[in-house]
């Protein structure tokens, strides 16, 4: 993807800052919140450099979380190839937020008329057997079939 790989240089110590004070977690959750907070006041770039930071740090709890953050800035940015990629690889990464992520992915699809993708998608999140998100994506990959 071709967004900076990690925060500024003043936003660095903020995501490192708590690093050694409530365990290895820290660093990685620290720049999500910090990239929550660029992206709610409107600074893309910014938060899309936290979230990356976050993905690359490959903590199994926070990178696939982070992934789909910056999927979702992407996606506002316009950015939908990078977007599904970074939602690609959090639906790779098999965490709990995979079958939520899948539906997003398979909207992006939809949305550039890659009518395979967004299929492939939503089946997964609908072998998911997520409660919430399978019938969801059923819905949609229903409705994708009918268009």
Known sequence: MSIPAAPSAEETPFCQQGAGTSGPNIAPAAAVSLGDEHRERGRLHEAAAAYRWAVDSDDSDIAPWAAGQLG????????????????????????????????????????????????????????????????????????????
Do not use: C, N
Request: charged content about 25%; aromatic content about 8%; overall charge negative.
């Open 72 to 147: 979702g800035v992407l996606r506002e940015q316009g950015r939908l190839d990078e977007a599904a990629t970074a939602y690609q690889w959090a639906v790779d990464s098999g965490s709990d937020i995979a079958p939520f992520v899948s539906v997003t992915l398979g909207d992006v699809r939809w949305e550039q008329d890659r009518l395979e993708e967004a299929a492939t998608a939503y089946q997964w999140a609908v072998d998911s057997d997520h409660p919430d998100i399978a019938p969801l994506a059923a819905v949609k990959l229903q409705s994708m079939k009918e268009h």
